[in-house]
């Protein structure tokens, strides 16, 4: 019942501050809505600040950067927000997703771009797991046009390990950038591990945690998983 709680906020408090503000939804860092809501504080990030400074027990700092939607250096935010109550909150309580979802007797990945999250449920419909994302901007200069992730219901038609890279990105190299543990659900478009500025900044793929990426990949996945990537 209080992740229920917690969950039902944090997904009310996101529907209201992008509704009040979708112009900028797409490049402001995620979480600047938070700082005027209760259970949260905005902390300015000093010069010399970094993440095991600020937060020297690992647990806590894993569910600020989660909860920041980045896995960069602290040193290229202003600001990061973090829960008042953050030594007695769970990750999961800050789940952006229900605990139950109905997945039809299947393993379940959901993307959601606007919450720059995933959510893995097994056959279940329980949630086993969840964790930032970064999805495609809306502008890439290199191929001058938008780089929006494709949204829709896919399937999981292929799957590589820790030395999987690109094939078009970077245009000046004609490929070869990381994309390790990627899980490839349409056309071009994977799920793989890379960095997380707290914006949607990829050039169309959807960037996890590495961490997160090696358990999808290893523990979750399988070809002919389904994957509904929304807005």
């Not at 000093?46 to 602290?74: A, H, Q, S």
């Not at 290229?76 to 800050?94: A, D, G, K, Q």
């Not at 490839?184 to 590495?210: E, K, Q």
Request: with cysteine.
């Amino acid at each position: 019942m209080k992740y229920k709680k917690v969950i039902s906020f944090i997904a009310s408090a996101i529907a209201l501050a992008f509704l009040a503000d979708t112009a900028q939804a797409s490049t402001r860092y995620y979480g600047s809505y938070l700082c005027g809501y209760s259970g949260f504080e905005c902390v300015k990030v000093k010069r010399g600040d970094t993440w095991e400074k600020l937060f020297p027990n690992e647990r806590n700092r894993e569910i600020v950067m989660r909860l920041n939607r980045t896995n960069m250096p602290v040193k290229y935010r202003s600001w990061i927000v973090v829960p008042t109550n953050l030594r007695s909150i769970s990750h999961m309580e800050l789940s952006p997703f229900p605990l139950e979802h109905n997945t039809n007797g299947k393993k379940l990945v959901i993307v959601n771009l606007t919450k720059q999250a995933f959510g893995a449920y097994d056959q279940n419909g329980k949630l086993v797991r969840w964790g930032p994302v970064s999805g495609g901007k809306g502008y890439c200069p290199d191929v001058g046009r938008a780089c929006n992730t494709a949204t829709g219901t896919f399937k999981i038609y292929r799957k590589q390990g820790e030395s999987c890279v690109s094939s078009k990105f970077p245009i000046e190299t004609n490929g070869g950038a990381p994309m390790p543990y990627c899980m490839h659900f349409s056309g071009g478009f994977a799920l793989h591990g890379s960095t997380l500025p707290g914006y949607n900044a990829s050039h169309g793929c959807v960037r996890l945690f590495f961490e997160d990426a090696k358990w999808m990949n290893h523990e979750f996945t399988d070809i002919g998983t389904p994957v509904i990537v929304t807005r």
